[in-house]
């Protein structure tokens, strides 16, 4: 591939395209970001996508205070969690990191707005959710973190799985492909 700042580029554009194609769908966002990466990556939803990607050879689990940098380099990082009835996935942005919490949300059952606290330092994250009324921080365009999709408990339990096999994205024209994805709206946050 290219150098670490041109793969950043293509993660992030590729996770804002993802974003906008399935804001309703964790899995769905994910497995769009993987197919660029591996084009024959049959769908999954996130318990299988966790189990199975946990398997193979092609990805290998990480430590959390790696997942930034490598995510700086153009890693393509998956994190997830399995849990029932479905669990939940999202892809490592390349970005500096930055504090969990921070944003303003609506307390479930009494509407009430508050913002939620900040504490450590943690990488970005692309993250969707098809839950009717998301946990508060599931949904992200890489403005929130790592840490947000999840209780204190639950993050505890992330895996954070590097994909390490060979990328069929090596040549200009096909990152010149991946380069086309619509810009998004919004600033990306590299």
């Not at 769908?43 to 966790?50: D, F, I, S, T």
């Not at 193979?56 to 969690?81: H, T």
């Not at 009717?132 to 992200?140: A, D, R, V, W």
């Amino acid at each position: 591939m290219g150098n670490d700042t041109d793969n950043a580029k293509i993660l992030a554009l590729t996770c804002q395209d993802a974003f906008q194609l399935f804001p309703r769908d964790c899995s769905h966002a994910v497995w769009h970001v993987i197919r660029h990466y591996i084009p024959g990556q049959p769908y999954m939803q996130a318990n299988e996508l966790v189990s199975q990607l946990s398997r193979n050879l092609d990805w290998k689990e990480v430590q959390l205070f790696e997942i930034s940098r490598l995510a700086n380099q153009g890693a393509l990082i998956i994190g997830g969690l399995q849990a029932a009835p479905h669990g939940h996935v999202i892809v490592v942005y390349p970005g500096a990191e930055k504090p969990k919490g921070g944003y303003i949300y609506t307390k479930k059952g009494t509407g009430e707005k508050r913002m939620a606290s900040q504490s450590g330092m943690y990488a970005r994250a692309m993250s969707t959710s098809i839950s009717k009324i998301p946990f508060p921080g599931e949904i992200s365009r890489g403005e929130k973190t790592v840490r947000d999709p999840w209780t204190a408990e639950d993050f505890k339990k992330v895996k954070f799985l590097q994909y390490v096999g060979d990328s069929p994205i090596t040549s200009h024209q096909q990152k010149e492909e991946i380069k086309k994805v619509r810009e998004p709206s919004e600033k990306i946050w590299i």
